[in-house]
């Protein structure tokens, strides 16, 4: 069964340090989307993206956060200089299309800021 | 995204089927019923989705009232890799969005051996 692979499975940086969290969505989906979940909390959207643009982004979403997919297989989170509260799991989800179906979740990549 | 209402936590005895109710009596004509559920240390996984009429898959069932006010998740026997926190989500899929799911804090089944 296709899945959704995230890479890697727990990153730990430094405070003011650039991360950037991998994703491989399934193959023939059109939808990307990052979430993220700070310990403890609920399972926050970040941003979606569609048709190689961000189609929607969530108030935590701010500068210091970007997305790519760069080579039409990889999509990227990107956090310019990171924060102790960007401690999280990062899950990155994908769908085939929107309307009906259902989205696919990685496993997620741990970010601990220190 | 319009609001659910779930309980809190829930306990099931093994092989036993489960039921759990989500209410949502704002939603509107457009929005999606859709379960996911969280198991520990994991990311969220789909579980089952429904517009108006029941649904069935090989995970659960989805039983939805006929005024789509609320609606039960229905596990038909549960065993111990069914512990996980339950999501009640609704998607407005008419297109005015990008199909994004807004979690609330779910139900989180226990199930005893």
């Known amino acids: 069964e296709p899945e959704v692979t995230q890479t890697p499975s727990h990153q730990v940086t430094q405070m003011g340090q650039e991360v950037i969290l991998r994703c491989v969505p399934i193959?023939?989906?059109?939808?990307f989307y990052w979430y993220r979940q700070i310990l403890g909390q609920k399972v926050e959207f970040l941003v979606s993206?569609?048709?190689?643009?961000?189609?929607?982004k969530s108030e935590i979403f701010d500068d210091q956060f970007s997305v790519e997919r760069p080579d039409g297989s990889n999509f990227t989170l990107k956090i310019r200089s990171t924060k102790l509260e960007d401690s999280a799991m990062y899950f990155c989800a994908s769908t085939r299309r929107g309307k009906g179906t259902e989205a696919f979740f990685g496993q997620g990549t741990r970010l601990t800021v220190v | 995204d319009a609001k659910t209402t779930q309980p809190n936590s829930m306990e099931s005895n093994e092989e036993e089927p489960v039921h759990l109710p989500c209410n949502h009596s704002?939603?509107?004509?457009?929005?999606?019923i859709h379960w996911y559920r969280q198991l520990p240390s994991q990311g969220p996984e789909y579980v089952i989705h429904g517009l108006t009429s029941n649904v069935n898959n090989r995970m659960a069932s989805l039983a939805i009232a006929e005024d789509r006010k609320s609606s039960t998740l229905i596990l038909h026997r549960a065993t111990l890799s069914d512990a996980a926190v339950y999501y009640c989500i609704l998607r407005d899929d008419s297109g005015a969005g990008s199909y994004q799911l807004t979690f609330g804090k779910g139900t989180k089944l226990s199930v005893i051996p």
């Open positions: 993206f569609y048709n190689n643009e961000i189609s929607e």
């Open positions: 704002t939603i509107s004509g457009t929005d999606y």
């Open positions: 193959s023939n989906h059109l939808y």
